[in-house]
């Protein structure tokens, strides 16, 4: 079975903090690929990365940073000097190989970044 | 430049009345799926569909039907509405299998009362 795991429900930080959200998976695939998303609070879905299980290397995007590590099953997210408009919930996500596509989804951790 | 557009957004249905959601995506993908998003549980799959005239299960399909009978357009049913059944229902669509991004529609809230 697959499984996406965000341990943390909600994080609230003062702006300009940094922080680490957590993502844990389960999955038999040895072909698999790993998503985050942020959901705003106007509701739409927003694409952040997509990383596959052949790529281990960090990637850094602006205050963005992703640390996937396999022998820890997890891929977590790390926003370097928050913003009030970072506010919104993140959710992490895989696909395997045998998916067809389809995505399962951690629970979400809502970020509440205070001014 | 529209990509994955739910309609209607907002509904509000009584229980045991029925309601079709429409997606429809311009990209020419392959594959799409329907999600309903609830409190503290993320997204999960209602049903998808690998190509026009299939459909599959997803993870909670219960209550609901679906249709692919042209490539650019998913639709999800509710026969008979139930107040579990109040959700935001995303939809979404992909070129093909993990490999590629999947796009999401902007959802469309449905409650049942």
């Known amino acids: 079975a697959q499984k996406v795991t965000q341990a943390q429900t909600e994080i609230s930080v003062v702006e300009k903090e940094d922080v680490t959200l957590d993502c844990v998976y389960e999955?038999?695939?040895?072909?698999?690929?790993l998503f985050w998303y942020k959901q705003p609070p106007s509701g739409e879905l927003v694409f952040l990365i997509r990383?596959?299980?052949?790529?281990?290397q960090n990637e850094i995007s602006g205050r963005y940073s992703w640390n996937f590590q396999k022998s820890t099953s997890s891929f977590n997210f790390t926003i370097t000097a928050s913003q009030v408009v970072d506010s919104a919930v993140y959710f992490c996500?895989?696909?395997?190989?045998?998916?067809?596509?389809?995505?399962?989804f951690g629970q979400g951790t809502t970020l509440q970044v205070k001014p | 430049n529209a990509g994955v557009t739910q309609t209607p957004k907002f509904r509000v249905l009584k229980t045991g009345q029925s309601m079709t959601l429409l997606c429809a995506q311009d990209?020419?993908?392959?594959?799409m799926y329907w999600y309903r998003q609830d409190p503290g549980m993320g997204l999960r799959l209602i049903h998808y569909?690998?190509?026009?005239?299939?459909?599959a299960k997803g993870e909670v399909p219960d209550g609901y039907n679906v249709s692919r009978l042209k490539k650019q357009n998913f639709l999800l049913g509710l026969e008979s509405a139930a107040p579990s059944q109040t959700s935001v229902y995303f939809c979404?669509?992909?070129?093909?299998?993990?490999?590629?991004?999947?796009?999401f529609g902007e959802g469309s809230w449905l409650t049942v009362v």
């Open positions: 979404a669509s992909s070129y093909g299998q993990a490999a590629n991004t999947i796009y």
């Open positions: 999955t038999r695939d040895t072909t698999y690929y």
């Open positions: 990383r596959n299980s052949f790529d281990e």
């Open positions: 996500a895989l696909s395997g190989s045998s998916n067809t596509g389809k995505l399962i």
């Open positions: 990209m020419n993908h392959e594959y």
């Open positions: 569909s690998v190509g026009e005239g299939t459909t």
